[in-house]
């Protein structure tokens, strides 16, 4: 059975840092593509960064500097670094799987095109 699980998430404080992971059950993440998406409370779920297979990665603007995204192929897994947390940084946190690049064109209902195995989130809650 294909599952992802996430892991990492907590309460930080602003300017704090979390590191969240993405892991593959039964599915290999070094020949995926890996998005990393949020949803915040009463707000649509958005893109927030993404790693092809072959290497590439992308952030949202407003993450930019700040978040890392990474693989561990060793221990199939793709990480999220956050530091210089803020509190609109407050979300739910899921990882998503898939094949065809990471465009973040959103399909509705809080998906995303190319991706088609979705975690069920981690929360990241970011206050002092």
């Known amino acids: 059975q294909v599952h992802l699980v996430e892991s990492g998430g907590g309460l930080a404080q602003p300017g704090g840092s979390l590191r969240l992971s993405c892991a593959g059950v039964?599915?290999?993440?070094?020949?995926?593509?890996i998005g990393w998406f949020r949803q915040a409370p009463g707000k649509e779920r958005e893109g927030v960064s993404c790693?092809?297979?072959?290497?590439?990665?992308y952030y949202k603007d407003s993450v930019k500097g700040r978040f890392t995204i990474s693989r561990d192929n060793v221990k199939n897994r793709v990480d999220l670094q956050m530091n210089s947390l803020k509190p609109e940084d407050t979300a739910v946190y899921y990882c998503?799987?898939?094949?065809?690049?990471?465009?973040?064109?959103?399909?509705?209902?809080?998906?995303?095109?190319?991706?088609?195995?979705w975690g069920k989130g981690t929360l990241v809650t970011v206050s002092s």
């Open positions: 790693i092809t297979s072959d290497g590439p990665t």
């Open positions: 998503a799987a898939g094949y065809q690049g990471c465009s973040f064109r959103p399909l509705g209902n809080g998906y995303y095109a190319g991706m088609e195995d």
């Open positions: 039964g599915l290999s993440l070094e020949t995926s593509d």
